[in-house]
């Protein structure tokens, strides 16, 4: 080759070397035509449509489970499986994905890439036959198979010959099988062989930076496709995503993948019956969550609003803490303050879960986080009641809004299985007024949350969570110095949510309807804190429950423990509601305070509050006992020297029992009884 670059000193003579050897043509014909990664990606499209011919054909089989779906609403069920598709393709070809695109010549050969086809058929046929078995066992189960599979079957010994029966029973889902495995095998792309050539430093340096640069590409995007989505406050997705799609629980059947759901649910505490009591009957006398209500007179249509804070903490009011620092604390809150003195709230009032994501099965369906979070456990697909379905039957309208990406926190997943008519996020907002990091900063999306409210039809209930005061704790620039900066970077930000509300409620006074409304306050969960009777298993729990009805007489600063699952059934029993309905709290208003509980998972112990004990129990026996109001520092453990200790364990292991039962049954609703 005639040298170009004879006249250039020796730095730039390396460079345009380098790009000499850099040649497009040469890259197509040597590397890109003949590249595994070209082939990666054939077979991996490949495989995604086979997943969406098993869905579809899911559908057909099963299509009288699914009598409501109309053709427009089945293609938005196909376009809601493309993420989970993808993120289970992904995770069962991990291997194979490494092999093809590690950047090594070696992966031309013959023998590498017939090892290479042969684990790929392999693994995507056992896919194929995971997700067809379900096409039939879908019936039995009205759901997505789970890696629970493996402790429901462990003890049994005919599994083959269950099997082989089924095999011929269903033998047109076996030939689809046959059909699939069928076309994988045969349209399987492997890499043209290399050309032989003597390998020069440039066409080895060209190689191997092409080949290096796809293959951080090919991981980057992997990842993602393994998350199911690249916005910021996705987390990984889970079998609860697929509610955000469908208009019915058992649908989530027609979005979901079977490998996918036995993936995410590997390794994950698979609830077990711990048979504490031997008889339905038993149990139920000692603690139901079904309730039959006897309301004291007529149904009252208020409108109900539900605010859930992001991390407002019971520590930052004054009004809860006029003991702290001698006297002198404050706090944070005063617009907050000054409607807790003016509503029914009380002293010992405690989350069900530490997460933002256990806060709304607890607040809007009264189901605590107990062991794992509800969201993200493969029973989160189960038929639940809400305080929106409930209210539904009395004419109710409902929605929920969160300033953040509509599929942030799985939110609008649940929103959607809880029986929501709407949700509006940042997609109904508009892409502005963004704190930069999570949402929609608090005070604009409160105005925004008040206006619409001001167009719905009433009666309705609706719910809205918040989201500035969240790490990195920043605040809008125009407030910088305008709230107390406190002891903790999250201070200034529980003083501008506060600030935020005041702004909410000046404009909902407005509305003739405002004394016809309840509002509930409360937070989703605890976060920093300063004081130390804070840090306590009791405490990191504390957050404000507040009832406030502008238009009535409900008042008053309790001392019963009150929890965020009481809040769905205190809402209606304060409306006189009157059919039967399924919660796991307890309605503060008609409970005798003796027989009002606190429950919660803490690490490992479960946690019970009752009359002035706080116990603490890890499922097999107590490990302390504590007069939480007076030993507020839980420094006196009194297990087996209290006399409430046993009627407490026999409360706690009967919540425990009902709890799992009722989530491995799918019965959350009074319809399942």
Known sequence: MKQKYSTDNGNNSALRYLADGINIKNIWNNSIKTSPVVALCCNLLLMLAIYYLCRIF???????????????????????????????????????????????????????????????????????????????????????????VFAEFENENNLLKIAGTAVIEYWYVTLFTAFAVFILYKCYRTPKAMEKKASTLKSNISYYLLHTLLMCCIAFVSVIGMRGGIVAPHRPITLSNANAYVNKSAETAIVLNTPFCIIRTLNKEIYKNPHYFDSEEELADVYSPVHYPSPSGEFKPLNVVIFIIESFGKEYSGFFNRHLDNGTYKGYTPFADSLYSEGFTSQYSYSNGRKSIDAMPSILSSIPMIIEPFISTSYSINNISSIAAALKEKGYYSAFFHGAHNGSMGFLAYAKSAGFDDYFGLTEYGNTDLDGMWAVWDEEFLQFYANKMGELKQPFVTAVFTATSHHPFKIPKRYEGHFPEGDQPIHKCIGYTDYAMRQFFKKMEQYEWFDNTLFVITADHTNQVTHKEYYTDVNSYAVPILFYHPGGDLKGLKTLPVQQIDIMPSILGYLNYDKPYFAYGQDVFNTNEDEKFVVNYNGGLFQLFNNNYFMQFDGEKTKSVYDYKSDTMLQNNQAGKVAQQPAMEKLLKAIIQQYIVRMTENRLTVADE
């Open 58 to 148: 899911f559908f057909i089989v099963n299509k009288s489970y699914f009598a409501d779906v109309t053709f427009d609403h089945f293609l938005n069920l196909l376009k809601g499986g493309l993420q989970f598709d993808i993120s289970a393709l992904l995770y069962t070809n991990l291997i194979y994905l490494a092999m093809q695109i590690f950047p090594f010549k070696f992966r031309g050969k013959a023998a590498y890439q017939s090892i290479a086809k042969w684990i790929f058929v392999v693994v995507n046929s056992l896919a194929i036959i995971i997700n067809c078995i379900d096409i039939v066992y879908f019936r039995f189960t009205n759901r997505r198979t789970t890696s629970t």
